[in-house]
Each structure stands twice: as structure tokens, then as C-alpha cells.
């Protein structure tokens, strides 16, 4: 395949024109000392309405999302819409739980989930398992930004490693100088992009097509033929469909990224105003996934094997170079924004919950702040690693087992927001249980498109588990669930052994304080009403 030198010059121009905003995101907002994680790893705490709409929005919605969706519902039909219900849910069902959790880091200085689950249940260790597990559940999230990006360089005959090496070397300079500013700052022309190529695209392509009609003709002409997937859902797959968009919901802002755009906000006005707005990017993504039966209709071909360049191969057969380059553009600067909040949510993890607290308890802000810039470059090292190393293939695979692991942390994050109840040795108990569950079921599931025995999706067969059915069901769910019996069985053992719980340093204000509110006068306080309620308690205790 020649270069498309074209589509090759727009797209290198505006990626290298956002990327000198990234280095100028430094004298964004400038405060007088870089040198604190407050403001290189949260900007400041001070973002408002609409730098944080862009900002958690390109963080959640990223250049994967792009290529993949379409991909899926090119491959799966129906089953690839998943990601449209699970993006609106989610919003009213974090809506609560987002703004306790910022209140409650907001008064105590808490950077990570990792510091609540520290302060509220007393525990060190349970920490560590979280910030382990966020690690572990981002580190791929990274590399599938890369995934994204070498997806449209290969559609403009691009081969080779060496030019995502140079982009990620880009990126994690001026991530590492700007902090969270850089991907605030460039969220705003990403977005931008994303939003005028998708509106362009589902008006000109069905023009070119003959119409939607003709569009879903032709999808549904293919899947009655190949028998795989279709139009609507099946008897098979609809439990799974649910499950599937449910738990995701759940786990996207478990994810540390998803928890770091929010810290960043100014208030809980913020926030509330963010969680009201930001399904505007669902109606976004819908249109984003009809790019696969565009791509049906259009008779495109993915590369070789690599389906995640069925959107990249739309657009290159039915636009003129010069737009092609721009949309080529959009997907790369979507990978740039989202790659630098995870790795810098990774970093945040390290140097907080694992280099403070076990390897240098007198570290001073500025020692904390140099850390973190470090290990953020070791997180973008390892993702490019993952795409060097490691077939694309697996590292998307890899993805379903992040989200499989991130949503063990739920139990301690997002329901420790409303009691303290779980006992602290229970909470890791339910951890290791749903976790090994978890990653027991991912290992029965083959991929019969790389004919890999194990570790090929999150749909796992009902039938396993010796019920008559062919219907399948999200893995991620059925192992947070076996999580929450465990915490709660084992925290009554271990309540009636008289097991000490660990000591709370939160205050039942802190889940409801805002900008300059006062902190509580008294340090003694009522336990939250579940944990009274469940214990049958009344009297105070020490928070």
C-alpha cells in the first residue's frame, strides 16, 4: 500500500499543532507551584463546567471506542449497540456516588480511590489491592489508545512502530511537563473534531448510499447470509446484552481516569451539571456505531485481519483526502487525551498508595509530584511495550479482563461511599474471590475468530453452570456478585469473632461538603445510617 501523502501531511499537521497546546497547557491556569499532585495531577482541583465536560468526556470516550464499536456491530450486528444503553445509564447511576466521593477527597485531599478506601477503612493493605488492581485494569486501557492510532495510519500506508513510538514520545513530554492540563487543554479541539467529522459523516455517507433504508438492507442481507449477528438481538444473546451494558456501566468510573476528571472539578455544582450533560457523547456514540453498517453497505474490507480499520477504510473510500486527513486526525488526538488521564491516574496510584505509604512515608509534595511524572512515563513505556510485544489482537482481549478486574474494587469504593459496615479483611476476601472467579470464567471462553482456546470474550455460557440454555451472560457481573456475598458473609464472621474493623478518619459531613464548607468542630460522629441500622447501633464512635 503507497502513502497517502495527503491525508498523511493533515493529519501529522494538526496532531503536532495540538501536541504544542499540550507543552502551552502549562501556562494554562498556572499556579505558583507545579510541584504538588494536587495541581499536576488534578489541575488544581478547580476545573469548571466545561473544561470538565470535555475533559471527562474525551477521557471516557476514546479513539478505540471509535474504531471498535463500528467494528463490532460491522462483525456482531445488534450485540455492538451495547455501548449506547450502558453510556446513558450510567450517568444517573454514578450520579450520587461521583459527588460523595468528591466531597469526601475534597476535605480530606484524597488524589486516588485508593486514599478513601485508605481513610475510610483504616486498612493500608486493602489500599494497595486497589491501587494493584486500577494499575493493572488501566495499563491496557493505555495500550488500546495505540490500537486506535495504528488502525488510521495503516489506512494511509503507514507501516512500521517507529511513528506511535514518536507519538507516545510526544505525548509523555508534555504530559509529563503540563500535568492534567495538557489533555484538558487539548480536549476542546478533540472533541471539536470528533463531533463535526461525525455529523458530516451520517449525513454525506447515507446520501452516498441511497439512503438508511438501503444501508440496513444491505446489513441485514449479510447477516442472514453469514448467520452472524443481526439486525435485532436473539433468544442467545439478549441476557448477555443486558449484562454486558449493566456491568459496564458499573465499572466505567471505577476506573482511576474516570475518578481523576472528576476530582479535578471545582464543586459538586460541577459535577451534577456534568452528569446531566454528558449523555449529549451517547447520542454521539449511537452515531458512531451506524458507521458499521455504513461500512456493510459500503462493501469496505478491513486491512488484512484488523477489523478495527473498518471505520478508517469507510472514510478513505467515500471522502477526498483532505477530510479523510482531518478525521484521521480526530481518532489520533482521541487517543492522546485519554492515554494521558490514564496514565497519569496510573501514576497517581503509584506514588499515593504504594511509594508514600510503603516505601517512603515522609515523601514531601514536591518528591510526590517528581514520582508521579516519572511512573507516568513508565506507564506510557509499558502500553507501547503491549502493542510491540503483544499480538493487537490480545491486548483487546486483555481489555475485557481490565474491566472483568476493575469492577472488583466496587464493593470498597463505591459502596464504602455510603457505609463502612464490610469489614475491612472482608472487602479483600471478596476481592481475591471475585477476582479469581472472574478470571476462572474469561479462561473457559474461546475466540473462534482466532481460534485461541481461552481468554477469547466476557460472554460466558450459561450452560457451564449446568443449565439448559445456549444463553451467555457477562463475566464481570456474575464475578462482582460472588464478590458482594463473600464481603458480606465473611463480614458477619468476622464481626462475630470481634475482629477490630479498622478506624474511619472520614466524618459523615465530609460525603456532603462542598467548596469552602468548614470542617467539622467535633471529631466524634454517629456512624452512617446503613451501618447503624445493620448493627443496631446508637451511640457515637470515633470517626
Known sequence: MTIKWTQLVIFGVLFLLVSGMGFIAARWRRPQNMAHLDEWGLGGRNFGSWVSWFLIGGDLYTAYTFVAVPALVFGAGAMGFFAVPYTIVVYPLVFLVLIRLWSVSHRHGYVTPADFVRGRFGSPVLALVVAVTGIVATMPYIALQLVGIEAVLKSMGVKGHLPIIIAFAILAAYTYKSGLRAPALIAFVKDTLIYLVIIVAVIYIPYKLGGWGSIFDAANTKFVTTKKGGLLLNDTNQLQYISLAFGSALALFLYPHSVTGVLASRNRDVIKR??????????????????????????????????????????????????????????????????????????????????????????????????????????????????????????????????????????????????RWFHRYALIAGWAVGLGFGLWMLYQIPNANTKKAHFGGSAFPLEKFGLDTKMTVYVGLVAVAANLLVVVLATWLFRALGTPAGIDHTHPTDYTADEGDPRPAVEDSKPDALTALINGEGTTRRA
Open 274 to 419: 456534568n452528569m446531566s450533560a454528558l449523555p449529549a457523547y451517547s447520542l454521539l456514540l449511537g452515531l458512531i456505531a451506524l458507521l458499521g453498517f455504513m461500512a456493510i453497505a459500503a462493501k469496505v474490507t478491513p486491512i488484512g485481519t484488523d477489523t478495527n480499520t473498518i471505520v478508517p477504510q469507510l472514510f478513505d473510500k467515500l471522502f477526498p483526502d483532505w477530510f479523510v486527513g482531518v478525521a484521521f486526525a480526530a481518532i489520533g488526538i482521541g487517543a492522546l487525551v485519554p492515554a494521558a488521564i490514564m496514565s497519569i491516574a496510573a501514576a497517581n496510584l503509584f506514588t499515593r498508595n504504594i511509594y508514600k505509604e510503603f516505601l517512603h512515608p515522609a515523601a514531601t509534595p514536591r518528591q510526590e509530584a517528581t514520582v508521579s511524572k516519572v511512573t507516568s512515563l513508565v506507564v506510557k513505556v509499558g502500553a507501547v511495550l503491549c502493542i510491540l510485544l503483544l499480538d493487537p489482537q490480545f491486548s483487546i482481549d486483555l481489555q475485557l479482563i481490565g474491566g472483568v478486574i476493575i469492577l472488583q474494587t466496587l464493593p470498597a469504593v463505591a459502596l464504602g461511599l455510603y457505609t
